[in-house]
């Protein structure tokens, strides 16, 4: 099971820690990627970080703005997001998989989203 939690309300230029909780599973073992879906867009990949990668990959969107990370000695995984823009709205969510790629159809467990909304 995948939590994702951390969304809220922020302004422009803020910034947000978005936190995935994973239980039940040897998270360590997973690639781990963060995708969002904004109102009336497709979900699309943020960022991606391997099982035991140091460094993510990330959209073209937020390379510069956005880190993930991942803790798994205590399941977590992380995406912290600054310089908010109003084009970062969305639902965001986790995922794992035991591929090798970041895709969205190749993601084998989702957790449930948390909103964030960047107002102007």
């Known amino acids: 099971q995948l939590q994702a939690y951390g969304g809220g309300l922020v302004q422009t230029g803020g910034s947000l820690r978005l936190s995935c909780a994973a239980s039940g599973r040897a998270f360590s073992s997973y690639n781990m990627a963060w995708f969002r879906q904004a109102p009336g867009k497709e979900r699309e990949f943020v960022a991606g970080l391997a099982w035991s990668a140091s460094s993510g990959y990330y959209a073209n969107s937020v390379k510069g703005r956005f880190t993930v990370s991942r803790d798994n000695a205590k399941n977590t995984a992380y995406l912290q997001m600054n310089s908010l823009k109003p084009e970062d709205t969305a639902v965001y969510y986790c995922?794992?998989?035991?591929?090798?790629?970041?895709?969205?159809?190749?993601?084998?467990?989702w957790g449930k989203g948390t909103l964030v909304t960047v107002s102007s």
């Open positions: 995922a794992i998989t035991s591929g090798s790629t970041f895709a969205y159809y190749g993601m084998n467990y």
